[in-house]
């Protein structure tokens, strides 16, 4: 049995991230998120594995949502 790992802290680190492992998948190129990245993103369910692919969730397009209107506003 595999077990998860917990959530991380939501950071700057994690949000930065994401933004960018978002993009690799809006390109189809998600070999480039780390596994790390990929374990901390589905631990927050901000991802999900469907079928073998990896896809950004309801809650993760809300976090996309939060975190562009941050990087906005600070911009």
């Given at each position: ?41 589905v ?6 594995w ?18 562009r ?7």
């Open positions: 049995m595999t077990m998860m790992k917990p959530a991380p802290a939501v950071t700057e680190e994690i949000c930065e991230a994401f933004l960018s492992a978002s993009d690799a998948l809006l390109r189809r190129r998600a070999n480039l998120i780390s596994d790390d990245g990929i374990e901390d993103f631990a927050l369910g901000w991802m999900d469907h079928g073998g692919s990896l896809r950004i969730t309801a809650l993760g397009h809300m976090a996309l949502l939060r975190i209107t941050r990087v906005d506003a600070v911009a």
